[in-house]
Each structure stands twice: as C-alpha cells, then as structure tokens.
C-alpha cells in the first residue's frame, strides 16, 4: 500500500502553514503550539527541538509522546472527510490535528477546541 505523499513531508515545513492559516484569522502562534501539544503530548521543549529537525509527518505523529484520549471528541470534515471516519490511525490523527487548526482558525475558543471527555 502506498503511504500518502503528506507522510513523508518534514513537519517543519507543515507547522509554519498552521501557524499562517491561524495569523491569518487573528489567533497566534502559541495557541497553535498549545493545541498541538495538547493532542500529541509533546511539551513546548519537545515541539521546538523538532522543529529543528527534518523528523517527517508521519513520524511526528506515531511517536508522539501521548496522543490525547479525549481525541475522540472531534468531530466534523476536514478536506471534504469525515475525521472520524477514517479508519488508517496515523492519518486519522494528522487530520484531529487538522480539523483542531481549522477550528482556531474559524473563531472557536481554545478551551472548547481542547476537548476533555
């Protein structure tokens, strides 16, 4: 099976899209971190020293830390796909993250977008 093309791309080169979509709408850079970390379990040290790093997307995501159980909660469509409905897990997450970015995008309050069960 062929591994999506958005996989092997470097996580440093996907972050700063997020964080120009969020600029772009007014949020900031540090809510971005914020629900980044809360989904994955890196820590702010974490996340920064990959940033320096070429580690790829798919990477980025199986070997965080804890990715968060209340994860679950996110519902909706993201790049026409319900999240939910995916049923490869490492894509599944790349898009909660997705959809939690399109969230802070849009206006949604960060601590509705941190979801707890």
């Known amino acids: 099976m062929n591994k999506p093309k958005v996989f092997a791309m470097s996580f440093s080169k996907v972050y700063p899209l997020y964080v120009a979509k969020a600029e772009k709408k007014g949020r900031t850079k540090a809510e971005v971190d914020k629900i980044i970390c809360w989904l994955t379990g890196y820590s702010q040290a974490e996340l920064e020293a990959l940033l320096e790093t070429q580690t790829d997307v798919e990477t980025f995501i199986t070997e965080a830390p804890q990715m968060n159980p209340s ?7 993201i790049c026409g796909v319900r999240v939910e409905d995916v049923e490869e897990p490492t894509m599944q997450n790349l898009r909660y993250l997705d959809k939690l970015i399109d969230e802070l995008a849009r206006g949604k309050a960060i601590e509705k977008i941190v979801r707890t069960a």
């Open 71 to 77: 994860r679950v909660l996110i519902k909706g469509v």
